[in-house]
């Protein structure tokens, strides 16, 4: 297995431009995460999504859409991308809700780093 | 608003010492608290993870103290290695949502020899 991967592994835009984030994972996992991590905040939550056709938002999801069509792939857009989103990007999944009582680890990917000019 | 209050923010322990990091929380319905690794350059990885029906839990030389009527809890590193330098992380998920975890600002560690 793969697990979680992401590309690009790094980026960078200039304000206003739109590119999408990838993330795929061979785990057969239902639910899957989008976080960005900025120094002295940790990880915050975007979006996320508990199966195929199911997104939802999560902590910060202003400038950042989300689908997933399929249940390995769940992409992370930003339509019009500004330098507040200058981030390092994670995307996670796992096979049940974190927390329950299966198998709940949530496995990150690599990582993006993503500058915004 | 920091949901998740973690400190400090940067520890320095000697080799075989006992790192100890801290995390405080407001919600009383968060009900799953999990501990993250991270290296430089990479993802967090799931560490330990404890509910609130248990005051302690411990794998190998880490260990989770949960005290549920102060709502605090911690992470201790027992014997701490060279190769336990990194980030660590303290989240919480609040009981009825599926994945949505909230992270603590993070503890830098370092163990020196």
């Known amino acids: 297995n793969a697990g979680v991967t992401q590309t690009p592994k790094f980026q960078v835009l200039k304000t206003g431009q739109s590119m999408t984030l990838q993330c795929a994972q061979d785990m057969n996992h239902e639910y899957m995460s989008w976080y960005r991590q900025d120094p002295g905040m940790g990880l915050r939550l975007i979006h996320y999504s508990v199966g195929a056709g199911i997104t939802d938002q999560g902590e910060v999801p202003n400038g950042y859409n989300v689908s997933r069509s399929t249940t390995e792939d769940f992409p992370l857009r930003l339509l019009s991308a500004a330098p507040s989103q200058t981030s390092v990007y994670f995307c996670a999944s796992s096979y049940s809700p974190v927390g329950g009582w299966g198998t709940d680890t949530q496995y990150f990917g690599p990582g993006t780093r993503l500058t915004v000019l | ?113």
């Open chain 2, 1 to 113: 608003q920091q949901q998740v209050k973690q400190s400090p923010q940067s520890l320095i322990v000697q080799k075989g010492g006992i790192s100890i990091i801290n995390c405080a929380y407001e919600n009383t319905a968060f009900d799953y608290f999990p501990w993250y690794q991270q290296f430089p350059g990479k993802g967090p990885a799931l560490l330990i993870a404890i509910r609130p029906d248990v005051s302690e839990k411990k794998e190998g030389r880490f260990t989770i103290s949960f005290n549920k009527s102060a709502k605090q809890f911690s992470l201790h590193i027992m014997d701490s290695q060279p190769g336990d330098s990194a980030t660590y992380f303290c989240a919480a998920k609040e009981s009825g949502t599926a994945s949505k975890l909230t992270f603590g600002t993070g503890t830098r560690l370092q163990v020196t020899l």
